[in-house]
């Protein structure tokens, strides 16, 4: 985060509460040019959480045994993405440049994109053996995104599957997390099954959501998988700790937002989840921003967008838990229940209450 003091409060009241937060001092300056005293309980509050910020920052102390990960970052072109005959360029390109990552020095975990093996990796081809052939020549645990599917006999179809492999030292398959929270109308169509859209939604993909009930381990790295836009999501990295996650990994391609302001929307939601749940983000993207994160939201590596990249990183594998991650049931409600009375308040509210403009002929 450009400024971590600022976003501190997540630890406390998560990304929701601070937002809210935020909008409370917004309201109080705006309501003083009329009523001065809304300008105290809005400067106490600025005051507060800029004070608690700055403290957390100056009295950080990561305590956790230190873990060495590269992201790797193949900028691959989406028109040649799901081309057949660019995949054995494509797991070349991700095998080149871990080894590159690997000449610095041991590493941990590598960490490929999502959908980087652009293959049915359950199924056993040449483009399978050789990923797991360089992860078992190397002795490095791989996290690499991959489609998947549950065969189904006909006339069902197979479900499709976002998955992430863990591969751990040896090669063989350690762990898999399957997409929970998928795009609608980009991975599935809401209601689908019941709305007759046909033709509209042709181009759309039918995946099928994942049950994940713990955390991927390789030796004393317990990762929490968040895979794309899972990672604006406070509920699912809070799921992820409360499996026992000790660092977060986010794999994403935000090839599809171009040269915008997207993927740099989409980096600074993700910073949040490190803050709101006190652990290191490891974040590796097709085409940027991979990037290491630690728990107050500070960025300790990264890449740039739209280049070749691997970025090597230490993280912390903590255990601690924020207030946040402790209270989230109980905040949960308390925001559902707040914004469900001022909705009503506003519903039920006189219509001659608004603030009228005098006229002036």
């Known amino acids: 985060a450009p400024w971590p003091w600022a976003v501190q409060g997540a630890s406390l009241i998560g990304a929701y509460g601070l937002s809210g937060a935020l909008a409370a001092v917004a309201a109080g300056l705006a309501l003083a040019s009329r009523h001065v005293q809304a300008l105290v309980p809005a400067l106490i509050l600025a005051a507060g959480l800029g004070f608690f910020g700055?403290?957390?920052?100056?009295?950080?102390?990561?305590?956790?045994?230190?873990?060495?990960?590269?992201?790797?970052?193949?900028?691959?072109?989406?028109s040649l993405k799901w081309d057949p005959e660019y995949q054995v360029a494509t797991v070349e390109k991700y095998a080149r440049l871990s080894a590159q990552a690997l000449e610095s020095g041991k590493l941990d975990l590598l960490v490929w994109p999502e959908t980087?093996?652009?293959?049915?990796?359950?199924?056993?081809?040449?483009?399978?053996?050789?990923?797991?052939?360089?992860v078992h020549a190397h002795g490095t645990a791989l996290l690499a995104g991959a489609p998947a599917y549950i065969p189904a006999t006909p006339p069902a179809v197979p479900q499709l599957l976002n998955r992430a492999y863990l591969l751990g030292p040896d090669g063989r398959e350690a762990g898999r997390y399957d997409k929970e929270h998928l795009v609608p109308f980009g991975e599935y169509v809401p209601l689908g099954q019941w709305l007759p859209l046909g033709k509209l939604v042709e181009s759309v993909g039918d995946f099928s959501s994942g049950h994940?009930?713990?955390?991927?381990?390789?030796?004393?790295?317990?990762?929490?998988?968040?895979?794309?836009?899972?990672?604006?999501?406070?509920?699912?990295a809070q799921r992820r700790v409360e499996q026992g996650a000790n660092l977060l990994v986010?794999?994403?391609?935000?090839?599809?937002?171009?040269?915008?302001?997207?993927?740099?929307?989409?980096?600074?939601?993700?910073?949040?989840?490190?803050?709101?749940?006190?652990?290191?983000?490891?974040?590796?993207?097709n085409t940027g921003v991979s990037l290491v994160i630690d728990p107050l939201g500070r960025i300790t590596a990264k890449s740039g967008l739209f280049v070749e990249a691997a970025v090597r990183g230490e993280v912390r594998l903590e255990s601690g838990t924020t207030f946040f991650h402790r209270t989230f049931r109980v905040q949960t409600w308390i925001l559902t229940g707040t914004a469900a009375l001022l909705a009503l308040a506003c519903l039920l509210a006189p219509a001659g209450t608004a603030p009228r403009r005098r006229l002036r002929g």
């Open 54 to 78: 700055w403290q957390n920052v100056r009295q950080a102390d990561f305590q956790g045994p230190a873990a060495h990960v590269a992201l790797i970052q193949g900028n691959i072109d989406q």
């Open 116 to 134: 980087a093996l652009p293959f049915y990796f359950q199924e056993s081809s040449p483009l399978r053996d050789r990923v797991t052939g360089f």
């Open 212 to 236: 994940n009930e713990r955390a991927l381990t390789s030796g004393a790295i317990a990762l929490g998988t968040l895979v794309c836009y899972e990672g604006i999501f406070p509920e699912l």
């Open 250 to 285: 986010s794999i994403s391609n935000d090839a599809w937002f171009g040269d915008s302001s997207a993927p740099w929307q989409h980096l600074q939601l993700t910073i949040l989840r490190a803050v709101e749940q006190g652990r290191w983000l490891a974040r590796a993207t």
